[in-house]
């Protein structure tokens, strides 16, 4: 089992910056891809960013490009995620994940583990 503690969260401005953490314990994080999903109320889980075990290559949804980094500290195993010039649109629940599954990295069930979410809430 890989447990995941999200931090960071909160309530901004349009234009400022969060970033966010992802603290993982248990077994060894470092053999994991990890991700980060956003889920706003009354839709679907998004997928955001994700990196490879190694942090060798990152993906990111293109609402996002430009604007969020995702990156990752397996000495600290800790996944993060920088993101900038925050939109209202940007306003949602974020869940940090953690997998080896099969499939499109953009598809939540190619994670076995989920945190419990933290709030990031973006006022225009």
């Known amino acids: 089992q890989v447990q995941l503690v999200e931090s960071g969260g909160g309530l901004v401005q349009a234009g400022d910056s969060l970033r966010l953490s992802c603290a993982a314990s248990?077994?060894?994080?470092?053999?994991?891809?990890a991700g980060w999903f956003r889920q706003a109320p009354g839709k679907e889980r998004d997928f955001v960013a994700s990196?490879?075990?190694?942090?060798?290559?990152?993906y990111y949804a293109e609402s996002v490009k430009g604007r969020f980094t995702i990156s990752r500290d397996n000495a600290k195993n800790t996944v993060y995620l920088q993101m900038n010039s925050l939109k209202p649109e940007d306003t949602a629940v974020y869940y940090c994940?953690?997998?080896?599954?099969?499939?499109?990295?953009?598809?939540?069930?190619?994670?076995?583990?989920w945190g419990q979410g933290t709030q990031v809430t973006v006022s225009s």
């Open positions: 990196i490879r075990w190694n942090g060798g290559s990152t």
């Open positions: 248990g077994r060894t994080f470092s053999n994991y891809r």
């Open positions: 994940a953690a997998g080896d599954g099969l499939g499109l990295i953009t598809n939540p069930r190619v994670y076995t583990y």
